[in-house]
């Protein structure tokens, strides 16, 4: 909900001052409204990483940074992570409320009967290199899907949209799960839709057709957790890609493939694998002041993956469940003397303690412990962006269909401060 404000801003350029109203939302900064900015006054603002920018009014998910808060529609993240699992915390972000058990039977059911993938697309996979980093293999599939599943890309009918909301949350397991399997040259798992969502997507990941596989639940409670604790983020960079190409009405899977690109980047999904080769490379707690001391070094490239964030400006709380989850699940599984999980303990203690740190306000974030848990799991490093794209396609699709039903919908179009050449006249070849 959104109220307007009796206060105003005021804005004088030269002798002109212009007025512009002031919006609340439930919680967090308020926002000037300054839509009528360019035709009242003839200029633009400027914002190139938006740091003052709100894109969207969007009632899904609220990040308090100061605080180091992350909430689902009012739920706190940790609350989510111990009591619920994935597939209840995607009904929640889709359709607002926790759901009842019927509710959730229905929706459960929904999401394992659409679990397998159009046969055609198995061999679509064959025509990637075995080599193939997953991400670029998911990346593809999912943009596919448009081509697959042709009769749920009308974004104007209500009905479409559910069917490609329930495809994409179904399917993506499978995808991310026949990379895996195609990138290590084992035949694909199908889908068992008697399993549970992470349990099924263990399965297609681990199971081969010659044994029987049994899912071990702290495993799948893990990777479940794991899930929940990316499901949404709200206006991050991939977030706001998926938004912005569906502002153009672009048909839901190649909006989701721009998102699964976007989150590939090192500074945002990729950070997880970044960071698991990062705590590697360091190998043992003696190389960490070195590690620390590039990190701090302008002239060098190198910075801390899994630290920093743009709102967390406290502690990010996904990374505290994380860590808890990287100590249980490492506890159960017989390995807490495992290397990384010491590295990295090490690392965030002495980073934690860095005047550098300490005044930039740099803390673990979500990416730094998610990569010890999911190479306990036995997941390659470079399963673990597209395991993130898995989890956030709840996201992207809830911000998606959170849009698409905003009947102030416009396509996003930023303006620009122009640096370039002023107006000059072409000169022919010969006479350049
Ligand atoms: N190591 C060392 N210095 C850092 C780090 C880091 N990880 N992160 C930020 N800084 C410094 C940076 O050099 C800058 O210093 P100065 O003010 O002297 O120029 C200052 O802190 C502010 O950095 P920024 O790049 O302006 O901050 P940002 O809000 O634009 O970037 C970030 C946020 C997450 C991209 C950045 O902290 C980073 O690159 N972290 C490492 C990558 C990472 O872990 N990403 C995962 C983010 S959480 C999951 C997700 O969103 O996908």
Redesign the pocket.
Known sequence: MTTQDTRSAKLTIEDKTYEFPILSGTAGPDVIDIRRLYSDAGVFTFDP?Y?STGSCASSITYIDGDKGELMYRGYPIEQLAEKSHFLEVCYLLLYGELPKAAELEDFEHRVTSHTMLHDQMNWFFRGFRRDAHPMAVVCGLTGAMAAFYHDSTDINDPWQREVATIRLIAKMPTIVAHAYKYSIGQPFIYPRNELDYASNFLSMCFAVPTEDYRVDPILSRAIDRIFTLHAD?EQ???TSTVRLASSSGANPFACIGAGVAC?WG???????E??LLMLREIGTKDRIPEFIQR??D?DDP???????????KNF?PRAKVMKQSADEVLGLLGIEDNPTLQVAKELERIALEDE??IE???YP????YSGIILEAIGFPTSMFTPI?ALARTVGWISQWKEMLEDPNLRIARPRQLYTGATRRDYVDIENR
């Open positions: 990483g740091t983020h991050n960079a991939s989150l090192p500074a945002h999904g990729g950070a997880n970044a960071c990190a701090k302008k190198f910075r801390l993956m899994g630290f920093g964030h743009r709102v967390y990010d550098y740190f930039k306000k740099l974030n979500v990416d730094f993130f």
